[in-house]
């Protein structure tokens, strides 16, 4: 017994410094390391929309701290900035935008926080689209500030935010660039990716079901790259400020009728009324999709590529008539 007893205080010994030696490496670690993630090497920045805001987090990593000015499941084209948005957009480095007149707001939010933000335009090198579906306007031409500002709904065009976001961040903290750049291609190869993904699912839509219409002209960029319609929309704008007139409502039911259009797909941040009228009259369904906006982290949709495939199974069911 004594000898056991000995034994197990020479077995145990070693263990106790084994548990020192550990806890030494592991402090050390701690304060050797420069302290990546602490407030005094984050770069602050803020986006507009959650969803540029989610990009610059891809790109930015542990580097970037950003504040997102327009909040989640809000329509970024009607927004009205508030004071703190005002004070986050002086104090930020960066203030990132999608462009192309996306965000109304801008202009005047940037002048009331002195002026001197360093604004960068993330669709910067994208040819906006122009409207070319089977509705014509010809009293109320589509709003003509440039073109479709939803470009991130062809993730070809993000991959243009990424190199736009990279370079923007390096140039403010060239000590991270070569983390940036690693970021921007790992960000970069999940849009491949993605994009894959969309075409091996679309490939399931028969060419003639491809017919889109949403609440507002939203997915001109996605029908180019993946070979449908933009039929139409219930407001027939890049935004959702206009008002869509009889006539209008008349000339999308009667393209709804006469392309054989199965649904009308709707964010989830818009009022559904005229949609529903729509839909009533012509017996399509709706179906709701994100827009403007990710979600929350308990959403379907709390990344960029989380929205993106949200939506594409959304569209394929809706035109397949697959739950
Ligand atoms: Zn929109």
Redesign the pocket.
Known sequence: MPGSERRCKLTRFPRVLLVLFILAVLIASCTSTPASGSDSQVLKVTATTSIVADIVRQVGGDFVQVTTLVPIGTD??QYQPTPQDVANVSHASIVFESGLGLEQFMDKLVQNAGGSAHVVVVSDGITPLQFTGDIKHPDEPIPSSGGDP?VWVDPENVKVWVQNIEKALSEADPQHASQYALNAQQTTDSLTSLDEWIKTQVAVIPPSSRKIVTD?L?FGYFASRYGFDQVGAIVPS???TAEPSAQDLAALEDAIRSLHVTAIFLGANISSTLAERVAEDTGVKLVQIY??SLTTSSGPAPTYQDYMRYNVTAIVNGLTGAK
Do not use: A, Q
Request: net charge negative; no cysteine.
């Open positions: 970024e084209h939803h507002h939203i890049y935004s959702t827009t403007g």
